[in-house]
């Protein structure tokens, strides 16, 4: 049986004294979308700085792609933080935001290749982007820049894809084409994609797996299907209301692999 890209079995994370993850075990396969829901300050971000190996545990077992994070390339994972900044009046263009991708295969110092060209022009149509190929990126507006963001890390032809918020400020019509874009994404590249968010609307209907997060993982369940009253209460607190489309069936079991 083939091992999930990324692993995570009774996880503990602390700052200083405090423990802020606890009891976490979550699997991302291969060809999957996961997100990661839960409130500002539940430690969706630093649940990813676990995985991408810019943060250590004092417990459990963390494994992406088999190894343990700090020993996995930087070119097999695309990561797209938070915030993303861009140089106001800097003349780059997409193509060349994209392109840029390229470097930790090709290197700094080298020049690109007509191949490294083609596989920049790819990650663009993935994205549907590449009618503003020449356009200057801090000429778009924030969705455009995502979705180049996002045909930047795919540039690296990276085996997972590490999204942190990416639908922030976007609404709700621009939320349904980002994420139709991350399914194509899954598709047509068969990577894991993982992402945080705070909102379980609109992006339900899209992922294939929903992971409730705010200190441990209350819920681990397949997109689709409802997400107790209870467990919403400990994530997102009693007085929240959430949309969630399509929901189908059972309950949940906290911490489990589904």
């Excluded at 004092?58 to 938070?82: R, S």
């Excluded at 992402?195 to 797996?209: A, E, L, N, R, Y």
């Amino acid at each position: 049986m083939t091992k999930p890209y990324i692993l995570i079995e009774d996880l503990e994370v602390k700052y200083g004294n405090k423990i802020v993850l606890e009891d976490i075990f979550l699997a991302v396969e291969k060809g999957e979308i996961v997100c990661i829901v839960g409130p500002n300050g539940g430690g969706k971000t630093t649940l990813l700085k676990v995985i991408l190996g810019l943060k250590d545990y004092t417990k459990g077992k963390v494994e992406v792609l088999g190894k343990e994070p700090k020993k996995v390339e930087k070119k097999e994972i695309g990561y797209l933080p938070q915030k993303e900044s861009t140089v106001a009046n800097f003349p780059i263009s997409v193509f060349e935001t994209v392109l840029m991708g390229r470097y930790p295969k090709i290197g700094l110092l080298k020049k690109p290749t007509k191949r490294d060209k083609e596989i920049a022009l790819e990650s663009l149509k993935l994205v549907k982007m590449e009618n503003l190929k020449d356009e200057n990126i801090n000429k778009l507006s924030g969705g455009q820049r995502q979705r180049v963001f996002i045909a930047r890390a795919l540039a690296m032809e990276p085996k997972i894809l590490i999204l942190d918020e990416p639908s922030t400020g976007l609404d709700i019509v621009a939320q349904e084409d980002f994420y139709k874009i991350l399914v194509n994404i899954r598709d047509k590249k068969k990577m894991a994609i993982l992402m945080v968010s705070h909102d379980i609307g609109v992006v339900s209907t899209f992922v294939d797996k929903i992971a409730c997060l705010n200190k441990t993982i209350h819920y681990h369940g397949k997109s689709g299907t409802p997400i107790p009253n209870e467990v919403l209460k400990k994530v997102f607190g009693s007085n929240i209301q959430i949309l969630v489309h399509d929901q189908h069936c059972k309950g949940c079991h906290r911490g489990e692999h589904v």
